[in-house]
């Protein structure tokens, strides 16, 4: 089980938001590129990028902190990131600059074909961000709840050829709840691409309970608010995963 440390990026800086609220933000560093090295440090085996102001805008907001981020760490480990991602130009120019998967998220709800196209130019390197609310697929932040259901469209994107698939259960993420673990294994079944859980990730018990189920399918998860907050020692999470055996 991959344990990606996220990085969230609001005006340069590394924060963390409530239920995505970009103005409920806790900034936990001036310097992205150095909290970066110090999730390498602690055993990190890949990172997860969002530019927050980017995802508001629709387009690129925080192009110098993952510039800088890629430069630090991206021909150590896979760096990803999510954020406002719109048109293959950009996908291109991320690409070029080091990072090694996409992630598109809203814009692969709103205009499938993008995702189509995506997947077709960058074989591989795509991967899609899936928010949902009681099984329905939330767009724009999380601000507007849609009629889609995640397994139908997790289907629909397998078949266009994504990498992998991020799981988000939005009522959890930044609260410390605990992960879907049922929603994350229902989601696993239904596709045969890997699935990385994300939202609500707490303490060792949620890493236990998600290694007991990477047999599902389940190939990682986003650790945001519990490795900045410290309910979640990051190193050892990840060494306790990689030692998990099932009782």
Known sequence: MLLIPAIDLKDGHCVR????????????????????????????????LVDLNGAVAGKPKNEAAIKAI???????????????????????????????????????????????????????QIIVGLDAKDGKVATDGWSKLTGHEVVDLAKKF??????????????????????????????AQAVTVPVIASGGLSNLKDVEALCGVEDEGIEGVICGRAIYSGDLNFKAAQEQADTYVEE
């Not at 995505?20 to 997860?48: C, I, K, Y």
């Not at 709800?109 to 591989?124: E, I, M, R, W, Y």
């Open 17 to 48: 938001l409530k239920q995505g609220d970009l103005n409920d933000a806790t900034v936990f560093s001036e310097d992205p590129a150095a909290m970066a090295l110090h999730w390498l440090e602690q055993g990190a085996r890949r990172l997860h």
């Open 158 to 187: 397998e078949g266009y050829g994504v990498e992998a698939i991020i799981y988000t259960d939005i009522g959890r993420d930044g609260m410390l709840s605990g992960i879907n673990i049922d929603a994350t294994v229902k989601l």
């Open 70 to 124: 890629v430069q630090a760490v991206g021909h150590l480990i896979p760096v990803q990131l999510g954020g406002g991602i719109r048109d293959l130009d950009t996908i291109e120019r991320y690409l070029d600059d080091g990072l090694a998967y996409v992630i598109i998220g809203t814009a692969a709800v709103k205009n499938p074909g993008f995702l189509h196209d995506a997947c077709s130019a960058f074989p591989g």
